[in-house]
């Protein structure tokens, strides 16, 4: 506490001697430096869930959880959001390779220009999305917490036959809403986040002081780590030991705000977690807690470029899963257009 108090006195000098700009450049400095997470006990964690629960919000039988707060009202402004009409995919090629535990996106010939007889071409898709790799959205049945999902319906609703309830069907009508991009390596002045770097509310609230923007009610956010970008230079490396992602008291930070969809280049918790006995525990609260639709493995690096270049950091965001009425997700193709 003492040495934070110490930047504070020291930026505050500086805002005084330097132009705004320069100020906000050395407080995200500070911010990019900061410690690693000390680890949330399991008792903390379960008052988190609790407190940050939306459970019975929109009435106890829910199934769409936060999404409620994309109203046709919130569809028409991100409508208008659209000026230069430039339309950037926010998904990975699909990866053919199996990577760490994660399999690879499948793609068998039916038919081809070589298939005696042929009158076209065909081929037949097989994907287990769930994972590091394919660009997908989790539905709200998708975690379990103490043999519960979302809204308090219980695991056992989810057998062998898929999901009986909070499936990927309630989202068959797409998702319509304002996209935010929040550009942590752009906000810190690197290529990627490194390591284990987690990202905290004060972070979040460094980049609305930067950029100017706001997030809002109904808004879809989505985290840049520059994962892929990490990739690029590292190679391929254990994503579930060691990833840069949000620490989970950035959920109170999200909750105030109010958003629908969470998104990340990876998938949005920062690994190790920092909670005891808890892998993922922003997955767990958002998903089963707060009841939002999460994108994870989204490829942000174009649609980052853009938002730099143009300093624009919201957009209109489309996206449709596949209508599986008990599927727990769905490879998706989210589109940013601006």
């Known amino acids: 506490m003492k040495t934070f ?16 700009t320069l100020s906000i450049s050395i407080e995200a400095a500070a911010v990019s430096s900061k410690p690693q997470q000390s680890e949330i006990s399991k008792a ?12 019975g919000r929109w009435g106890k039988d829910d ?33 053919t390779v199996k990577i760490g535990t994660s ?11 070589l298939t005696p007889g042929a009158e076209s071409s065909s081929d037949a898709y097989s994907v287990q999305y769930h994972g590091h790799t394919q660009t997908h959205l989790d539905a ?18 989810v057998t062998e036959k898929g999901a009986a309830k909070l499936s990927v069907i309630n989202v068959k009508d797409g998702i319509f809403t304002r996209g935010v991009i929040m550009d942590f390596p752009w906000l810190f002045g690197s290529k990627y986040l490194k390591g284990s770097r987690a990202i905290f509310p004060e972070d979040l609230d460094a980049w609305e002081k930067k950029t100017g923007v706001k997030i ?5 956010v989505f985290i840049r780590t520059g994962r892929w970008a990490r990739w690029d230079a590292e190679g391929e ?24 969809v969470l998104g990340s280049d990876m998938v949005a918790d920062v690994a190790p977690s920092g909670v ?50 008990t599927g727990t997700g769905s490879p998706v193709n989210p589109t940013a257009t601006f």
């Open 276 to 325: 005891e006995g808890v892998r993922m525990p922003v997955h767990l609260v958002a998903i089963n807690a707060m009841g939002l639709i999460i994108l994870d493995n989204c490829d942000l690096e174009s649609v980052g470029e853009y938002a730099k270049a143009h300093q624009r950091w919201d957009f209109l965001l489309t996206v449709a899963p596949l209508a599986v009425a």
């Open 237 to 260: 490396w254990d994503m579930k030991a060691e990833a840069a992602g949000l620490n989970v008291a950035s959920m109170r930070w999200f909750k105030k705000r109010d958003i629908a």
């Open 216 to 220: 809002q009610s109904g808004d879809a």
């Open 63 to 95: 199934q769409l959880g936060a999404l409620n707060l994309v109203t046709p009202e919130k569809r028409k402004q991100a409508a208008h959001l659209v000026t230069s009409g430039v339309s950037i995919s926010l998904s990975r090629n699909v990866i």
């Open 5 to 20: 108090a110490m930047s504070a006195i020291v930026l505050s000098v500086v805002a005084i001697a330097f132009p705004a």
């Open 44 to 55: 903390d964690f379960d008052a988190l869930v609790k407190s940050l629960s939306n459970w």
């Open 140 to 157: 709200l049945c998708h975690f379990f917490y103490e043999g519960q999902m979302y809204n308090g319906f219980p695991q056992t609703d």
């Open 103 to 113: 399999p690879p996106f499948e793609q068998r010939m039916v038919h081809t220009g």
